[in-house]
T-cell receptor
Framework: QKEVEQNSGPLSVPEGAIASLNCTYSDRGSQSFFWYRQYSGKSPELIMSIYSNGDKEDGRFTAQLNKASQYVSLLIRDSQPSDSATYLCAGPFGGYNKLIFGAGTRLAVHP | ETGVTQTPRHLVMGMTNKKSLKCEQHLGHNAMYWYKQSAKKPLELMFVYSLEERVENNSVPSRFSPECPNSSHLFLHLHTLQPEDSALYLC????????????????FGPGTRLTVT
């Protein structure tokens, strides 16, 4: 069964720290992964996409993809209380234009 | 209007009612999706339309009926729903290059919060 798995959390980090969010996937053929941020009561917002092995940086966010280990992560540097949200990892399955989502990791950044 | 819009934002309906959810994308995309998000469950893909053709019906009950009249608009027609259908219904869109090997980013609308009484 093709799956994307995440630790549901909550992950609690102090303001200014690095938050590390992790995701594993089962489909070795997956080529691309996405991280979405979802505030309570809101819809998911795309924050990062990664298509190749290695790191991709965008501001305070770094996505890491390791295809050999079937592992994708999101690092948030200098975490802020406004980063408190649920972070969803998503990868393709069953066709190139369909995504499967993990259950999400709830991040709490405390002052 | 920019991005992906959805109407209505909130809907309360009885089990015998018929209603429709509307989605419109202003991103020039050619693929559109309906998702269901229930409390404490992962996002569930319901339907996929690519180039106005339905390419996926993810074992969704027939009381949900999608319609895609063109690449910018997507509807979800609802009838004789059950209380367990209460959820956040999300529309998304993406680019879909026929024959491509990559999955492209999907952008979500704000969702319709549906309550079935």
């Amino acid at each position: 069964q093709k799956e994307v798995e995440q630790n549901s959390g909550p992950l609690s980090v102090p303001e200014g720290a690095i938050a590390s969010l992790n995701c594993t996937y089962s489909d070795r053929g997956s080529q691309s992964f996405f991280w979405y941020r979802q505030y309570s009561g809101k819809s998911p917002e795309l924050i990062m996409s990664i298509y190749s092995n290695g790191d991709k940086e965008d501001g305070r966010f770094t996505a890491q993809l390791n295809k050999a280990s079937q592992y994708v992560s999101l690092l948030i540097r200098d975490s802020q209380p406004s980063d408190s949200a649920t972070y969803l990892c998503a990868g393709p399955f069953g066709g190139y234009n369909k995504l499967i989502f993990g259950a999400g990791t709830r991040l709490a950044v405390h002052p | 209007e920019t991005g992906v819009t959805q109407t209505p934002r909130h809907l309360v309906m009885g089990m015998t009612n018929k209603k429709s959810l509307k989605c419109e994308q202003h991103l020039g995309h050619n693929a559109m999706y309906w998702y269901k998000q229930s409390a404490k469950k992962p996002l569930e893909l319901m339907f996929v339309y690519s180039l106005e053709e339905r390419v996926e019906n993810n074992s969704v009950p027939s009381r949900f009926s999608p319609e895609c009249p063109n690449s910018s608009h997507l509807f979800l027609h609802l009838h004789t729903l059950q209380p367990e259908d209460s959820a956040l219904y999300l529309c998304a869109s993406s680019q879909d290059l026929a024959g491509g090997l990559l999955t492209y980013e999907q952008y979500f609308g704000p969702g319709t919060r549906l309550t079935v009484t």
